[in-house]
């Protein structure tokens, strides 16, 4: 009957029980997690989800929301109960706003990233978020797990560039809070209960996002340095010779570039001498690359650069970048690895590195590292080739996860922690962290009906 309901409320577009056409929303990005559901929802308006987390609030079954499936962690697929219902958001894709004097755009969650992009960019403005599964990841997912990517450096994560949020409660309610304020000192910010909250605690319907003039023409740096320490003491140096104009600080390492190379038609290899680390950067400083040369030039005479390609073109720039995101499926072509998405303070992540080394090599002799990563905001995927399951993978990540937190990071920066790190909240959050997070989840989702089994 429940099923019944719910098909006429979204209406003959908005269903599919089809086992071919849900197979894409029961499988994640990875193919790590497998579910079933019995039937897979796409509403088409903010009322059509309110009606139907209502109705299934009312008959007490569980629902996972969707937008790209992108998760890293699992996170936007149903356990395997068949008991769960998917809420794909991919049909509400309009941009209902955009005001160009307040820099602010008002989107539907299930706008693709890049198309808030683009739109952006139509009117002259720039919509800062960027990540390599911009072109199908959505919005809404991209709130619901606060997502950081390559430009955070400059311009935050995805909680620092939204301003409004709508979303629907486990009841049914939809809370508008759709502003599109700087300031607002009104009471609780309750938008952020939803930002970072993986669809435990509401749905996201829409959300008004900040906008950035459009720094126009960047330039596109590769640099290859001797070591990840050189690497955090050049972020220094250039944001001491050319300020905030960093928009992007990516670090690779030698062995993810061949990773790449290997896996990925068309990337090309960047220098003709191999090192072990490489920099990827985008700076918004406009024809005016003067000062940046100069910066780079006094990089190389202190020995904190090799080499440094600057990408003479805009196809150029797209090409190096591509390589960059890339990197995430050419790990997935390459076999199974576990998965270390670990953020540590900028300062410490040479001795991260360091340390890590030698726990791999003392737990796991020979398995292969694949670190790369957001260094200028101490994020970094200390991937391993390994087979997960096995007790010597949980030694692994046991050993990476203290080691990030012992020297004040934290085991999830920037992916969620979804059904992969349940386990780990509870160990490395302290007692009175979870508990006021189970107060807000019982608060918010009595029924524990919205995405269970995830976070915690
Ligand atoms: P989904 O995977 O569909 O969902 C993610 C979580 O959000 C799930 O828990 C889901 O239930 C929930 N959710 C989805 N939509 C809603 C909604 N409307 N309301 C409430 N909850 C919702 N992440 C980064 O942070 N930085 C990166 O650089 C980065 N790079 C990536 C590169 C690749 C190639 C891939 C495959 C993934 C990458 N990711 C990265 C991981 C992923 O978090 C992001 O792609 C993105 O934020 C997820 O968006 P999505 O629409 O695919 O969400
Ligand atoms: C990236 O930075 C993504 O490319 C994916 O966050 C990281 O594959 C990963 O571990
Ligand atoms: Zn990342």
Redesign the pocket.
Same mark, same amino acid.
């Given at each position: 009957m429940l099923i019944e309901q719910l098909k006429s409320i979204v209406g003959p577009k908005g269903w599919t029980s089809d086992p071919a056409a849900m197979a894409p929303s029961l499988v994640d990005?990875r193919g790590a997690f497998h579910g079933s559901a019995p039937i897979v929802l796409s509403p088409a308006s903010t009322d059509e989800v309110a009606a139907v987390v209502s109705a299934c609030a009312a008959a007490g079954v569980a629902i996972?929301?969707? =937008? =790209? /499936?992108? @998760?890293?962690c699992g996170?936007?697929v149903p356990d395997e109960s068949g008991q769960q219902i998917v809420l794909r %958001?991919g049909r509400m894709n309009r941009i209902r706003a955009l005001d160009t004097e307040n820099f602010s755009i008002e989107v539907e969650?299930g706008c693709i990233l890049e198309h808030i992009q683009i739109a952006a960019r139509k009117a002259g403005r720039l919509f800062a978020l960027s %990540? #390599?599964?911009e072109g @199908?990841?959505?919005i &809404? &997912? /991209? %709130? !619901?797990?606060n !997502? =950081? #990517?390559?430009n955070v450096i400059r311009y935050g994560t995805a909680r620092a560039q939204t301003l409004g949020l709508e979303?629907v409660l486990a009841d049914g309610t939809v809370i508008n809070s759709l502003r599109s304020l700087r300031k607002d000192t009104a009471g609780y910010d309750l938008k952020q209960l939803?930002i970072g909250s993986? #669809?435990t605690l =509401?749905?996201?319907?829409a959300a008004t996002l900040k906008l950035f003039p459009d720094p126009g023409l960047k330039t596109t740096v590769l640099i290859a340095i001797e070591s990840s320490g050189a690497a955090v003491r050049l972020l220094s140096h250039l944001r001491r010779s050319i300020g905030d104009s960093i928009e992007a600080f990516e670090l690779i390492s030698g062995y993810v570039f061949g990773l790449v190379d290997r896996h990925i038609p068309a990337s090309v290899p960047p220098f003709a001498t191999e090192f072990p680390w490489y920099v990827l950067a985008n700076t918004a400083c406009g024809d005016d690359t003067g000062s940046l040369e100069q910066a780079l030039q006094q990089a190389v005479e202190a020995n904190l650069a090799g080499d440094a390609i600057l990408a003479k073109s805009a196809a150029e720039s797209a090409a190096l970048w591509r390589i960059r995101?890339s990197i !995430?499926?050419a790990e997935r072509a390459a076999g199974k690895a576990l998965k270390h998405d670990v953020a540590v303070p900028v300062s410490r992540i040479e001795e991260f590195l360091q340390r890590g080394d030698r726990l791999l090599a003392e737990l796991a002799p020979g398995a292969q590292l694949i670190a790369f990563g957001?260094v200028g905001d101490g994020n970094l995927h200390y991937n391993v080739a390994m087979e997960p399951g096995s007790e010597q993978a949980a030694r692994v990540t046991e050993a990476i996860y203290a080691l990030a937190t012992g020297l004040g990071g934290s085991f999830s920066a920037?992916? &969620?922690v #979804?059904r992969l790190k349940r386990e780990y909240l509870v160990q490395y959050r302290n007692e009175s962290e979870i508990e006021l997070m189970r107060t807000l989840k019982r608060a918010m989702d009595p029924l524990n009906i919205l /995405?269970p089994g995830?976070v915690i």
């Open positions: 990005w996972v929301p969707q =937008g =790209g /499936n992108t @998760s890293m996170g936007a %958001l969650a %990540l #390599g599964a @199908s990841c959505q &809404g &997912g /991209n %709130l !619901a797990t !997502a =950081g #990517g390559i979303a939803f993986e #669809g =509401g749905i996201i319907t995101h !995430a499926e957001h920037e992916h &969620g #979804g /995405n995830k």
